[in-house]
């Protein structure tokens, strides 16, 4: 698979993700635990916030990965 269509598969997989971690942080966030203490706010929103770092990081080393020379 060359690079162009690694990106574009890369680009729709990365706006999936955001679209659904931030659907799940919105929901998440909205129970009756997180509303009752600001501690598990600031966390919680902390933790949320930079969470989908971590399964975006491969994702993106798959996406940039130089094409393999022909045989």
């Not at 729709?12 to 203490?37: D, E, H, K, N």
């Amino acid at each position: 698979m060359n690079i162009r269509t690694r990106k574009l598969i890369g680009t729709i997989g990365l706006l999936c993700l955001v679209v659904v971690w931030s659907l799940l942080g919105m929901a998440i966030a909205q129970t009756p635990l997180l509303a009752s203490s600001r501690l598990a706010q600031v966390i919680f929103y902390v933790v949320a916030g930079l969470g989908w770092v971590l399964p975006a990081m491969p994702l993106v080393a798959w996406m940039s990965r130089p094409d393999m020379p022909k045989a």
